[in-house]
Each structure stands twice: as structure tokens, then as C-alpha cells.
């Protein structure tokens, strides 16, 4: 194994989600008074990493397209382990729908370069669009599978891949480079310890702007992204409360529809 | 002056928080059942960092210290606190033996405490009490090449969690007359007594040792012939306070949580009862006893960290923390109403385990005395 | 509203083993009422031996079906897939294609949206048209706190997937509808990792804290006996049993399948919690999941106000009839394997 680059992404702490409020003139959410934290999932793919890593080699690089301001939640996903860190920050970014994103993610694999494998979280707690790992992908022209619960690899170097499908499971096997995301059956992410953290302060985050990534300002940002924002509403959560009717024959087939469009059946 | 903690240490408290908030709450029901110690977390803990934090790298711990340690043990502490009850009496082994040791001593004893596979254990307290140290009848004589120890610890932390223990005994009369010895549970005549049943910090084992002349190996002493009390008084008064001051910190962080969260979704009269004056003062009390407590406790870890003198400031941070961590379970305890004593809810631990805190590493007016004594000090006349 | 007027709505027919996924249905229904202001409803099937299927899309609102036959379109695959669609659309300019939120969907849309250098909207739970005739995309964010409103105006096709049970398939009926059989042109080679299992079932006894359903039961359920019905029907949801502590007192649960203060916090998918009068030490565990149904006989039970779904009457009438239903939905799925 060469290099595995996984990407990671800050996202506003849920357990603070109840505190966001909403610019009215810029339509855009209020997320500087909610602290960030590195996506949930981001982990699973980091401990992916790591684990492929620590039996085949290579380095663990992780890349995120963030402000300079999320250099610490990179240092987090140093200190459990990988071995440098690569931050996209330039204001041309800002706005970047899941398309956009992955144009310059895409360019930053491109920067870092002759890698193995993609990991990514399967998606993020915030969007939860679930879209870059595709997109990804497909802007580097490499093969991807997405709800990835189980890795194993055979002797030839080849790998095989369950992921989660309704009702069941499929197994692939693939040849790298790939780009996967993971779901978290996966595996279970390591605590970061306190060595880690000690040695994450001497390994090297690298900022790259779009002066290094040189991408077509065009096609990227607010202004590059095809979908647009026409409105933002936030929802204070509440439970519906929908009382089903009937006689028990009706309510049992009501039931069945609700758990149904739930989508566990 | 900079009452900020740098990105290494946010990043250590975030890495205890998250081990703390998963690993430590599926064992709390059989902890609080049994009173026993959750052994099988030692190793992870040592893999984080947390059995060797203040012991130096060359002995298989971080050596990250004593603010590094407060940190873990608070955030331990406030998900439960009998882990920190009984991880600071393990650093207090840790401490011993890392400043009074030998090098084979230390290789041999806190290389195993740092990697998780046992526990430490200081055991000074006598069964005729903790405060009169020097009162103690636990006797050790040298025969040979070897100490034969007589006598019993009581209310020993870990006791039963440990593979050697340290023990302070009388190898001669008066204060000068107390030496320390490591002391390994297999030595002949050396036995486990009585386990302790708490009420409070279910989880950190407390129980009795016993020696029946016992067979200690010359090598096996710590330090200096007469050099015990010493040994005694600077690990219970610096490792042991700062330590308790960190377990106490972190119940009170708890009470303080389970108060603010309970009376922010606790509805009456159509709305959460903390919009109820009463309820804001209760909180506002917790929530200042609780910034002033985490200055005293980190100043004196910061003391300790910098080779200053700390004792005063330990003692300090010991005593008032401890209370002032009683104090706000019990308003916590109070805000929840009939809630508040029931099992189903952290708070009655938070005042179980509290109260706890206070006799533990020194009561409160042995703190009491040392403070008096620091405050009187430039005042008294000289006779 | 390009081409004179004509909008061209595609809906993607989402088939494993030629069984079609019901949110294909769905979206056909959303098509049809898309277009009615002028448009015409192209359902797109890939697969292989799986013309049959064309006929239920004719009867749900295609107005014709593009079918990609070809045995390397047998298993779904995201290459082949993503290469044919991506084709299709460059072939055809649609003006709207939509697929379902299912872990096929979610993973080829984006692909093909990449592809085709458009826009694409994931999740949604509401589509319409605005005054110029765009689609309108609504979509939740933020685990559902914050819903955003998405639009794609330059860019051609607007891509988005829908939430399954988000539109409703509109009634069959026997219609018109024309079938082009569409020429498949992939490449011999790279088309990426090979399906070499699939297997369609659900995992069992999964942990209380992981599992995607959790059905709980309280004291209201009574006996020993009943309590095996909160297991039998846990176990076809593939999911997990919860209790409170009335029913771990009485032995029917286990100590580790206890929810609340002083057991396990869970946050699936669903809960189902039946016989439970809900108090806040139980309450406190199991808020956090993303839907809630309550069935309880007492209509001042306290867990209905944190359900999204209430049943006000005795479990015993409803939860041996769902469990059949069940059953019988299950049988159905695996017979068409």
C-alpha cells in the first residue's frame, strides 16, 4: 500500500443543533455559535485508514476542505494516528455545493497524489446529502461503492467489500484505486491517545489554497455550484402526534404504511 | 498569567470525555451492584494514556503530569467517580515509587502500574485512624535480609485491585521511625482482609490488608529506613489532594449538568422550571462553586507540575471542592424534586458519591488545620 | 420549460432481481402530477430480463419506458450504470430526472449527476414546480431541524432523490404507454468491483444501542407470554427488544435491554413502544429516535406526547394482526428473489 487519503469533514456538534438560528438577510444558518466537531463517520473512515495502514503499509493522509479554522479537528484525526494532514482553505471555496466540493476535493487527491485508496464517511450528520464519495469518484475516474460495513483483502491485493443494501447485504470485490464510504458497523474508532497527541503536534498539516489547486474559479464556490439556495427554514423539532383511526383492521394497516414509508421494511 | 488551556490539553480532556461517555456507563450498574472495580478497563485506559499520565516515558507512562491528570480524572469524574477515586490512589502509587525508588524498583514496579496490568496502592491507615499517622502500630524488623511485617491497613483503596502495594510501618519509635516498603500481595504472610461496603464511589474497592509476619526482602524498601512519614505525607499531600480535588471536581461538574439539563426540560406551570427564580439561584450556586473549584484544582496540579509547593494549595482545593461538591448534589438532588431520589437518576449517586469524597485522602479538618496553620503563619509571634 | 413546452419528467425504475422498488412508483406518481401542466413521464429501467416490469410503470403514469436491456445490467452495478444513464441523458436532455433515496439511488445519482456536470438535490421530501416552471427541491438537513428549499437553474437535468414514502404511486390502471428498447454500448473491461454474494436478510440480535428498530415494551404488556409477541415482532423488523423496568423486574427482560435514565440511551431509526406509559426515566432514553409510534390502551398515556404515531388501543387487538401483515410482506419480497 502506498497512500490512503481519507477525507474529513467539521460539522456543527449536534448536541448543539437545538441553539442554531438563521440569518434572514443572508439566508445562511448561524453556525459560529455551534462548536465543530469531526463528522461522526469521518472516524470510521479514519480507523479504516489506520487499520489498512497498520497491516499493509503506507501512509494516512487526510484531506478536508474547510477554514483554517478546523486545523484542530485535523490534529484530532493526526493524533489517533495518521500521518499528515492536507486543509483546501480559500474563500473561492466558500458555497461549494456537493458538486463544487468534490471538484476541489478531487483536486486535492490529484496534489497529493498516487494514492490506493479514497475513505470517506458514508455522510455527514449536517447535509447528510451522501453525495461526495460518488461525485468523487467520478471526477477522478476511479470505481466507488458506498454503506461499507466489512473490508477484507486477498492474497492477489484485491479487496472485498460488504455494504449494506434494504433488507440484506452485497458483497463486491475490487481492484484499487477505489473510493469508499463507510457506514459504522464498519468498525469501532480508536480513542485518540494521549501519545497520539503528543506526536500529532510535530506532524504537518498543509493549508492549500486554489493558487495551488488552480482550479477554474468558474467552476467552483457559490457562483460554480449548479444547485442553488432558494430557501432555508428551521424546523423546531416536534414530534407529530398523529393519532391513526379506526378499527383495529384499519389501524394495523395504517401501522403497516407508517413503517413502511420509515423504510425498515 | 493564562487561565486557558493550551489545544494539547483540549484535545486530552475531548479523548477522556469520549472514552468516558462510552466505555464507563455500561459498567456502572454492576459497579454500583458489586463495588467492585471495573478491571477490565485498565488496559484501555493504559492504551490512552491515563494509568501512566504522570509517570516519565522511560517507565512506560506519557510523564504529561499533573494538569494533564486533573483533566482525566474530571472528566472521568463526571461520569462517574468512582474511576477517579480510584485512579488517583493508583497515581499515588505511581507517585511513591517514581520519587523515592530505585531504578530496579521503578523499572520492576511502574512499568506494569503504567500499562494498565495492575493498580497502585498506598496504604498508610491504620486501623487506629488515618489523621494520626505517626500514632501507627503496623510494624516492620529487619531479620536478616529480610523485614518481617506485623499489623493491618484499613479503608485502603484498591487493596483487592492490586498485584504489590506500598505500606507504611514502624521499623522504629516516633515520627522519624516510619518506613515505607513495597510489598507484593504473594509475599508470604501477606493477606487481603475484609472488603469495605460503601455506600458512595461503589466502584473504587476499598478493603483491608493484613500482615502476619509477613516476609518483605530487604530490597523491597522504599526510600530511606525512617523516611515513611516523609514518603507518606508528600504523595497523600500533593498526588492524594490534588487527586481527590479532580474526583470531587468532576461529581460537582456532573451535579452541576444533571441540575442545569433537568431544570431546563422539567416543565411546571407550562414551563421549564428554570425559569423559576428559586431554581435560578440553586443553579447560579452550583455553577460558581464550580468555576471557583476549578481554579483552586488546576492551580494546585499547575503548582505541582511547575516543581512548586503545592500543599497548602492541594489541601485547599481538596477540602473546598469536596464540600462544594456535596453541596451542589444536594441542591441538584433537591431541583429534581421526588425525581431526585429515585436510582433511575445520577443525582442520589452524585450525593452518595460526594460525601464519600470528604473523609477520603484526609478529612476535611485535617485540611482545615494544615489552612489554619498557612494563614496564621505570618502572624504568629515567636515565643 | 424548454423544447416547446414540452417537459420531459424521467423517473429511474429501481429494480434488484427484477423485483421493482416501490419508491420507483412513487416518484412516477410525483411525474405525473409534475407534467400536468404539459409533459411527458419516461420511467428508465436497467436490467436484464426485466421487460415485464415495464407494464406496472405504464399503469402507474409512464407515458413510455426506456428500457436498457443487458445481462451486464443484470446486478446493479455503479459503472455500468452510471455510464448508460449518463449516455441516456446526453442522448435525450431531459429536463427532470428523479430516483429513489435507497442505498442504490444515493449512490448512483451523484454519480451520474457528476457526470453530466448537473445539480443534484438529495433526500428531498417535497418536489413542485415554481412559476417558470423549475423544480423546486425541499430537503432536510440537520437530522431534520433545518429544511432547505433547492433549486438547479442552469443546469439540465435538475437531479434530485426522494425520500422513499415521501409521494405517494398513484392508483394502477390499465394505460397507454409506448416501450423503446434502448441500445446498451458499455466497454468490455473497467467497470469496476464485481458483485460476487448478495444476501437478503436482515441481521439479527443486533445490540440495543446499534439496532435500526427497537420495539419496547412496558408494563402494560402483561405476561410472560405477551412478551413474546414484542419479541417475535422486534425480530421480523430486524431489529432489537427495549424494555422499561416494571417488565426486567418481572423477568421477561433482560437487565441490558433496559431503556432510560438508568439503562441504555437509543436513538434509532424507529421505536415501536407498546404498553409503555412513559415516564421521563424512560422517556429521557429513547427521545433521540427518528420516529416514534406508541400504542397503548390508556389514552392519557404520557408517551404520547413524544410520539409521532399513536394507537390508543389495547396491543393485543393490533400487534398479532401487524405481525402477520408482516409476515406476509416479507414472503412476498422473497418469493421474487
Not at chain 2, 126 to 150: C, F, H, Q, W
Not at chain 3, 16 to 23: F, I, N, P, S
Not at chain 3, 257 to 282: A, D, E
Request: proline letters at 5%.
Amino acid at each position: 500500500m502506498k497512500r490512503i487519503i481519507v477525507c474529513v469533514k467539521p460539522v456543527p456538534d449536534p448536541k448543539h443543533w437545538g441553539r442554531v438560528s438563521m440569518d434572514p438577510d443572508t439566508m445562511t444558518l448561524r453556525r459560529e455559535v455551534i462548536p465543530s466537531i469531526v463528522n461522526p463517520l469521518d472516524k470510521h473512515a479514519i480507523e479504516a485508514g489506520l487499520s489498512v495502514r497498520d497491516s499493509f503499509g503506507g501512509e494516512v493522509v487526510l484531506l478536508s476542505m474547510a477554514p483554517p479554522s478546523a486545523q484542530p479537528l485535523l490534529r484530532e484525526g493526526l493524533a489517533m494516528g495518521a500521518d499528515r494532514a492536507v486543509l483546501l482553505s480559500d474563500p473561492v471555496f466558500a458555497g461549494s455545493d456537493t458538486l463544487a466540493t468534490s471538484l476541489i476535493l478531487a483536486a486535492g487527491c490529484r496534489y497529493i497524489g498516487d494514492f490506493d485508496l479514497i475513505f470517506l464517511g458514508n455522510m455527514s450528520i449536517d447535509g447528510s446529502t451522501a453525495q461526495v464519495c460518488s461525485q468523487l469518484a467520478e471526477l477522478l475516474g476511479l470505481p466507488n461503492v458506498m454503506h461499507v460495513t466489512g473490508l477484507s483483502w486477498t492474497n492477489e491485493g484485491k479487496v472485498i467489500i460488504t455494504r449494506k443494501i434494504e433488507n440484506g447485504f452485497s458483497k463486491l470485490v475490487g481492484i484499487p484505486p477505489l473510493v469508499l464510504s463507510v457506514r459504522k458497523e464498519l468498525n469501532k474508532p480508536r480513542y485518540v491517545p494521549f501519545t497520539g497527541i503528543l506526536a500529532a503536534e510535530s506532524k504537518e498539516i498543509r493549508v492549500l489554497s486554489n493558487n495551488d489547486l488552480k482550479i477554474d474559479p468558474s467552476q467552483i464556490g457559490l457562483a460554480g455550484s449548479p444547485t442553488k439556495m432558494a430557501g432555508l427554514e428551521i424546523r423546531r423539532f416536534e414530534r407529530k402526534r398523529e393519532r391513526l383511526e379506526g378499527s383495529p383492521e384499519e389501524i394495523v394497516r395504517k401501522l403497516m404504511d407508517k413503517i413502511y414509508q420509515i423504510g425498515v421494511i | 498569567m493564562d487561565f486557558r488551556f493550551s489545544e494539547r490539553e483540549e484535545m486530552l480532556r475531548k479523548s477522556v470525555r469520549e472514552f468516558a461517555e462510552n466505555e464507563i456507563p455500561p459498567k456502572m450498574e454492576a459497579m454500583e451492584k458489586t463495588g467492585d472495580f471495573p478491571a477490565e478497563l485498565l488496559k484501555p485506559m493504559a492504551d490512552l494514556g491515563i494509568m501512566g499520565v504522570i509517570t516519565p516515558p522511560e517507565y512506560g507512562g506519557v510523564g504529561l503530569g499533573y494538569v494533564a491528570r486533573t483533566i482525566a480524572l474530571e472528566e472521568l469524574g463526571r461520569v462517574c467517580g468512582a474511576m477517579p477515586m480510584a485512579l488517583q490512589v493508583h497515581h499515588m502509587g505511581c507517585a511513591v515509587i517514581n520519587d523515592f525508588g530505585t531504578e530496579e524498583q521503578k523499572k520492576k514496579y511502574l512499568v506494569p502500574l503504567a500499562k494498565g496490568e495492575t493498580m497502585g496502592v498506598v496504604a498508610v491507615t491504620d486501623p487506629t485512624g488515618g489523621s494520626d499517622v505517626v500514632g501507627m502500630k503496623t510494624s516492620a524488623e529487619l531479620r536478616g535480609d529480610k523485614y518481617i511485617l506485623n499489623g493491618r491497613k484499613c479503608f485502603i483503596t484498591n487493596s483487592h485491585n492490586s498485584d504489590f502495594w506500598v505500606v507504611i510501618a514502624r521499623t522504629a519509635e516516633g515520627a522519624k521511625g516510619l518506613s515505607a516498603f513495597i510489598v507484593e500481595k504473594d509475599f508470604p504472610g501477606a493477606k487481603l482482609g475484609r472488603k469495605e461496603n460503601k455506600f458512595g464511589l461503589r466502584g473504587a474497592n476499598t478493603g483491608e490488608l493484613a500482615f502476619d509476619d509477613c516476609e518483605v526482602p530487604k530490597e523491597n524498601l522504599l526510600g530511606q529506613e525512617g523516611g515513611g512519614l516523609a514518603a507518606a505525607i508528600k504523595t497523600i499531600s500533593e498526588t492524594g489532594r490534588t487527586g481527590m480535588a479532580a474526583t470531587a471536581l468532576g461529581i460537582l461538574t456532573a451535579a452541576y449538568e444533571e441540575a442545569a439539563k433537568f431544570a431546563s426540560e422539567r416543565p411546571l406551570y407550562g414551563k421549564p422550571i428554570a425559569a423559576l427564580q428559586a431554581i435560578q439561584f440553586y443553579i447560579a450556586e452550583i455553577y460558581s462553586q464550580l468555576e471557583i473549584c476549578r481554579l483552586l484544582c488546576y492551580r494546585a496540579s499547575w503548582l505541582k507540575d511547575n516543581d512548586m509547593r503545592c500543599d497548602n494549595e492541594a489541601a485547599l482545593a481538596k477540602y473546598y471542592t469536596c464540600e462544594a461538591a456535596a453541596n451542589a448534589a444536594k441542591k441538584a438532588v433537591e431541583i429534581h424534586g421526588s425525581y431526585g431520589i429515585m436510582r433511575e437518576y445520577a443525582v442520589q449517586r452524585l450525593l452518595r458519591d460526594a460525601m464519600v469524597t470528604i473523609p477520603a485522602g484526609g478529612t476535611a479538618e485535617i485540611a482545615k488545620v494544615l489552612l489554619a496553620r498557612a494563614a496564621l503563619a505570618p502572624f504568629k509571634k515567636q515565643k | 420549460m424548454e423544447k416547446g413546452g414540452q417537459m420531459e419528467i424521467w423517473v429511474f425504475a429501481e429494480q434488484r432481481g427484477g423485483e421493482l422498488h416501490k419508491v420507483s412508483l412513487e416518484l412516477l406518481g410525483k411525474a405525473k402530477e409534475l407534467a400536468s401542466k404539459g409533459g411527458r413521464v419516461t420511467a428508465v429501467l436497467p436490467g436484464h430480463d426485466v421487460k415485464a416490469i415495464s407494464r406496472s410503470l405504464i399503469n402507474h403514469g409512464a407515458d413510455r419506458v426506456l428500457l436498457a436491456d443487458d445481462p451486464r445490467l443484470g446486478i446493479y452495478r455503479i459503472i455500468p450504470y452510471s455510464l448508460l444513464l449518463g449516455g441516456m441523458i446526453q442522448d435525450h436532455r431531459p429536463d427532470i430526472f428523479l430516483m429513489g433515496a435507497t442505498a442504490m439511488g444515493v449512490e448512483l445519482a451523484p454519480r451520474v449527476a457528476a457526470k453530466v456536470k448537473t445539480g443534484l438535490s438529495a433526500h428531498c421530501i417535497d418536489l413542485s414546480l415554481d412559476s417558470q416552471g423549475r423544480l423546486l427541491q425541499v430537503v432536510p438537513g440537520w437530522g431534520g431541524g433545518v429544511v432547505a428549499t433547492v433549486s438547479c437553474p442552469e443546469h439540465r437535468p435538475q437531479m434530485a432523490t426522494v425520500m422513499p414514502g415521501a409521494m405517494k404511486a398513484l392508483p394502477p390502471k390499465e394505460r397507454e404507454g409506448e416501450i423503446f428498447e434502448v441500445a446498451v454500448e458499455l466497454p468490455d473491461e473497467n467497470l469496476g468491483p464485481e458483485v460476487i454474494e448478495i444476501t437478503q436478510e436482515k441481521p439479527q440480535g443486533l445490540p440495543l444501542e446499534k439496532a435500526e428498530v427497537v420495539v419496547a415494551g412496558g408494563w402494560g404488556i402483561g405476561s410472560r407470554e405477551n412478551w413474546q409477541l414484542i419479541q417475535e415482532l422486534a425480530s421480523l423488523l430486524g431489529g432489537a427488544v427495549g424494555a422499561t423496568r416494571p417488565p426486567v423486574d418481572e423477568g421477561w427482560a433482560l437487565e441490558g435491554q433496559m431503556i432510560g435514565q438508568s439503562g441504555k440511551t437509543i436513538r434509532p431509526r424507529l421505536y415501536i413502544g407498546i404498553g409503555i406509559s412513559g415516564v421521563m426515566h424512560h422517556v429521557v432514553g429513547m427521545e433521540g429516535s427518528d420516529h416514534i409510534i406508541a400504542i397503548n390502551s390508556d389514552p392519557n398515556a404520557e408517551i404520547f406526547e413524544t410520539a409521532d404515531v399513536i394507537v390508543v388501543e389495547d396491543f393485543k387487538k393490533i400487534i398479532p394482526p401487524l405481525i402477520r401483515e408482516i409476515k406476509n410482506r416479507l414472503k412476498k419480497q422473497g418469493s421474487s428473489d
